[in-house]
């Protein structure tokens, strides 16, 4: 036994000497008990708050759902800033040719509706060659007859513009002689 042991059982009455007063607990027990407790309504019980709940619910699952299978639209399908780049360069100039030769009075309506059915074909192979790169992005061979078919719609279009003004020099040439 050490010294504290001994110390605590030779002292033993003068630590007895303190009691709890019992009533006394009792009393503040009692106060705490009757405390009126606030009134909590969960508001999981209200019905319009349930409503709202659900449409809530609704409107995310089913956006949710119309994101993850939704078809995205071209422009998403272009990650590439490279490829957006060339695509937006080349759709630029090819329209604006088309319209020259949309607006060349030399031309007779049934040879721009030639030539314009023709280019709807290269764009129709274009639309196929896009929906090609939608399926395989990292497809040079691809990307590469992208660009081609491009360049073979502006090369048309130069050709039929130089042959219509080389036409136009003959017959000025031709008026100017003596």
């Not at 090609?132 to 590469?144: A, F, G, S």
């Amino acid at each position: 036994m050490d010294n504290f042991e001994r110390h605590i059982r030779n002292n033993a009455d003068q630590f007895d000497e303190h009691k709890a007063d019992k009533a006394k607990m009792w009393s503040k027990i009692s106060e705490e008990l009757r405390k009126e407790e606030t009134k909590v309504i969960p508001l999981w019980r209200k019905p319009m708050l349930r409503i709202a709940a659900s449409i809530v619910l609704l409107m995310g699952i089913a956006a949710f759902i119309g994101l993850t299978f939704s078809e995205p639209d071209m422009d998403a399908q272009f990650v590439s800033k490279e490829l957006m780049e060339i695509d937006m360069y080349y759709k630029d100039l090819v329209s604006y040719q088309v319209q020259l030769v949309k607006k060349n009075p030399s031309l007779s309506e049934e040879n721009k509706a030639e030539f314009l059915s023709f280019m709807d074909e290269l764009d129709a192979e274009y639309l196929v060659l896009k929906q090609e790169m939608k399926k395989n992005l990292d497809n040079e061979q691809v990307l590469e007859a992208i660009v081609g078919n491009y360049k073979k719609r502006i090369e048309l279009i130069e050709n039929l513009l130089r042959q219509l003004n080389d036409s136009k020099k003959l017959d000025d040439d031709y008026e100017y002689t003596l």
